[in-house]
């Protein structure tokens, strides 16, 4: 089955403990993407990499690291969390930039 | 940069009825114009695209329309059902930057 997978899923935390969310996807999309959801300011890019070992800043960056080594994987990395990144977080994939994305399920993560 | 605003952020219709929510775009070279749906605690699902080439495409009850001289675009749902009520976000892209903009999404609520 074509799918977008991320872990954890839900995940509470203390500031200062490095975290990372993994997300997969098995389509062998090249173009692969984090957002994060907060209420009332709708879907914000975080990263997004266009392939394996591009990445590129999208416009919420700060406090936030990403890699690419393999085509299928692109796990976000949050060094030093704060609470401001409490969030609701996707991880999405598709063939090119300007195609369909497929999102994954969304790891909500609070930051104590 | 490209920027997309959508409007209304909240849409209430009556169960039946018709709804409509508009996006405009600022970047003439944008050609891709996605609407995705994202239901309550749930992933965005694409629903409905339309590239620059064509002015209005249709998908059962969905619709959507593109004015590339006044660069907006637009989501019409009729008959609307109770299954419709969701947030309802646009988003634009070009072949020339491989980024999807996204609007801030509309809450659309059907009321039985």
């Known amino acids: 089955e074509a799918q977008v997978t991320q872990n954890p899923r839900y995940l509470i935390t203390v500031t200062g403990k490095k975290l990372t969310v993994t997300c997969s996807q098995n389509?062998?999309?090249?173009?692969m993407s984090w957002y994060r959801q907060d209420p009332g300011l709708g879907l914000r890019q975080i990263y997004y990499?266009?392939?394996?070992?591009?990445?590129d800043k999208g416009d919420v960056p700060e406090g936030y690291k990403v890699s690419r080594k393999e085509k299928r994987n692109f796990p976000l990395i949050l060094e030093s969390p704060s609470p401001n990144q409490t969030s609701l977080y996707f991880c999405a994939s598709s063939l090119r930039g300007e195609a369909t994305q497929y999102f994954g399920p969304g790891t909500r993560l609070l930051v104590l | 940069g490209e920027n997309v605003e959508q409007h209304p952020s909240t849409l209430s219709v009556q169960e039946g009825d018709s709804a409509v929510i508009k996006c405009t775009y600022s970047d003439s070279a944008s050609n891709y114009f996605p609407w995705y749906k994202q239901e309550l605690g749930k992933r965005p699902q694409l629903i409905i695209d339309i590239r620059s080439n064509v002015g209005e495409k249709k998908d059962q009850r969905i619709a959507v329309t593109l004015n590339k001289t006044a660069k907006h675009f637009s989501l019409h749902i009729t008959e609307t059902q109770p299954e419709d009520s969701a947030v309802y976000f646009c988003?634009?892209?070009?072949?020339?930057?491989?980024?999807?903009?996204w609007g801030a999404g509309t809450k659309l609520i059907i009321k039985p």
């Open positions: 990499s266009m392939n394996v070992e591009v990445t």
């Open positions: 389509m062998n999309h090249e173009y």
């Open positions: 988003a634009a892209s070009s072949d020339s930057n491989y980024q999807l903009i």
